[in-house]
């Protein structure tokens, strides 16, 4: 009879020690979407947000990584996001355009004069706010990521003045906001989804396309392009975002780490894009790619006409208060 009790009490035991280590052994596993490889920005914004939920959680969240579109395009990516297939993601603000509109105010041209501007912008009450507009649209904005200054590449001819950017068909984003800027410079706006673009310019579908330094280095376009133009003609924000049915049971405590490694994420995507500034061009010239400057006096002059239509969508003041930020 002793021995039946010591045999419960002891089964009783074990059965608690199990339920208390069930949390680690069950750890939660949280799936993040992203176009590029692992060796690109985001890929690197990626592996902090991981490393700091993995870290802060004690194991208890994990991320599993799905880079390269493996989950979709980045319209399709959100769309996951909005229905809880996917927990979390990093985009570019061309496809949150379609989602929070407001977002399509940091893509007018020549807005931001270089990345300390653009930084300040984002980190201060005007980027704040515009991460607030998110859950009404169903999804929840953890931080602010980036992808730096946009340029042109292309296989016909380099691109010094606007003239010369007149009649290439070049691959955009699905952002209206870049595309009106293009099409006023006379350039054959195309826009097509990430996956699709290597294709089309091996089979000359399209001359070119416009991206950062950051893509293009990590999407190894110069094996693609002959010519790249450092136009600088967008800056390229980046958001972390999540599923409101991942972040919505959280925790006050769990939801407080994955903001914090949303804000990792933006940093290390920020040394990324710094790194690469330095180190990039050099790297595609001596992966054969020509690069040159080009007059962007010019380029501000020729797309100074399209203002008028930002300043209808977005309004002035907001447009203006961006432009004057010191």
Same mark, same amino acid.
């Given at each position: 009879m002793r021995n039946n009790k010591l045999t419960k009490w002891l089964l009783a035991l074990s059965a608690a020690g199990m339920l208390a280590a069930g949390p680690a052994l069950g750890a939660t596993k949280l799936k993040m979407a992203y176009a590029l490889s692992t060796s690109s920005h985001y890929g690197a914004g990626a592996k902090a947000f991981a490393e700091t939920v993995q870290n802060g959680s004690k194991g208890e969240y994990t991320i599993e990584q799905f880079p390269n579109s493996a989950l979709g395009g980045e319209r399709e990516v959100i769309e996951g996001l909005q229905l809880g297939t996917i927990d979390v993601a990093i985009v570019?603000?061309?496809a949150t355009l379609n989602f929070v509109p407001e977002t399509g105010v940091f893509d007018i041209p020549f807005l931001f004069r270089d990345l300390a501007h653009a930084r300040k912008v984002l980190d201060g009450p005007i980027g704040q706010k515009m991460l607030e507009a998110f859950p009404k649209r169903g999804l929840i904005a953890l931080a602010w990521g980036e992808q730096g200054f946009r340029h042109l590449t292309n296989n016909v001819r380099p691109v010094v003045t606007p003239e010369d950017a007149k009649g290439l068909k070049i691959r955009t984003t699905e952002n209206p906001i870049h595309i009106a800027a293009f099409r006023q410079l006379g350039v054959l706006?195309?826009?097509? $989804?990430?996956?699709e673009v290597a294709t089309a310019l091996q089979q000359g579908t399209i001359d070119g396309q416009e991206n950062p330094l950051s893509v293009i280095v990590s999407a190894k376009l110069p094996q693609l392009q002959k010519y790249l133009s450092l136009t600088a003609h967008v800056y390229g924000p980046a958001l972390v975002l999540m599923s409101p049915s991942a972040y919505g049971g959280m925790s006050d405590g769990?939801? $407080?780490?994955?903001k914090k490694a949303g804000h990792e994420a933006a940093v290390a995507m920020r040394k990324y894009v710094d790194d690469i500034e330095q180190s990039g061009i050099e790297e595609v010239k001596k992966e054969g790619m020509q690069v040159n400057k080009v007059d962007h006096a010019a380029f501000v002059k020729a797309v100074e006409p399209v203002y008028p239509q930002?300043?209808?969508?977005?309004?002035?003041e907001l447009v203006e208060s961006i432009r004057n930020t010191q």
């Open positions: 570019s603000t061309g706006a195309t826009p097509m $989804a990430w996956p769990d939801k $407080a780490l994955f930002y300043y209808k969508q977005f309004g002035k």
